[in-house]
């Protein structure tokens, strides 16, 4: 069964202290790999997309990669502003355009 | 573009009550998809549209839920008869069909509904 799995469920961090937030992905074929952001009371927000081992993708304090079997997003020297539930997603091969979710990483950045 | 509309952002309503959500996707968008979110089982697909014509409905999870897009531009998800376990955020969101690579798809901002 295709499996997407987000470690930590929640994660506290220091301002400036850098940090890295795991996907781990048991799928029969991936086509791409997803990074949104949601804060409380919105919707997801588009980060990143990657489709091969070895990609990565970066925007301000966050690097995304990916491996054959995760996903990292990385964060460098975090501010209270990128406090949010980080969302990875899998586009599987012959699963159409059906997005399957991992459960999110909860990041509170503190002063 | 104002980005992905719902309607309403909350909803309380009575068990057995129907209740209707509403899309307007970004335009030109050639899919849309609704998704429902819990704590408990996190963000599920339900059903997807392209260019109007639903084509994955398996995440519905009863017959009491059904979709429809008459048009590029509104969708609606509407369940009848309505119970306190459909209570969640539910979530519209569209993409532009690109042939070369898979596009990201934009949120709205859900509608939170509880259903007591």
């Known amino acids: ?111 | 573009d104002a980005g992905v509309i719902q309607s309403p952002r909350h909803e309380v309503t009575e068990m057995g009550q129907e209740v209707t959500l509403r899309c307007k996707p970004i335009s030109g968008h050639d899919y849309l998809f609704w998704y429902r979110q819990t704590m408990m089982r996190g963000l599920e697909l339900l059903i997807y549209f392209n260019n109007n014509v639903p084509i994955d409905d398996s995440g519905m999870p009863e017959d009491r839920f059904s979709a429809k897009m008459p048009n590029a531009s509104f969708s609606t998800l509407k369940i009848q008869p309505s119970e306190p376990r459909d209570s969640a955020v539910y979530f519209c969101a569209s993409r532009r069909d690109r042939v070369v690579q898979w596009t990201e798809a934009f949120f709205g901002q859900g509608t939170r509904l509880t259903v007591v």
């Not at chain 1, 791409?32 to 009371?41: A, E, K, S, T, V």
């Not at chain 1, 990385?74 to 949010?84: F, L, V």
């Open chain 1, 1 to 111: 069964e295709d499996q997407v799995t987000q470690s930590p469920e929640a994660l506290r961090l220091q301002e400036g202290e850098s940090s890295s937030l795991n996907c781990s992905y048991t799928v029969s074929g991936l086509r791409g790999l997803f990074w949104y952001r949601q804060d409380p009371g919105k919707g997801p927000e588009f980060l990143f997309t990657l489709y091969s081992a070895g990609e990565e993708k970066e925007k301000e304090r966050l690097k995304a990669t990916l491996t054959k079997k995760e996903s990292f997003l990385h964060i460098t020297a975090p501010k209270p502003e990128d406090s949010a539930t980080y969302l990875c997603a899998v586009l599987l091969t012959g699963g159409g355009n059906k997005l399957t979710f991992g459960t999110g990483t909860q990041l509170k950045v503190e002063l």
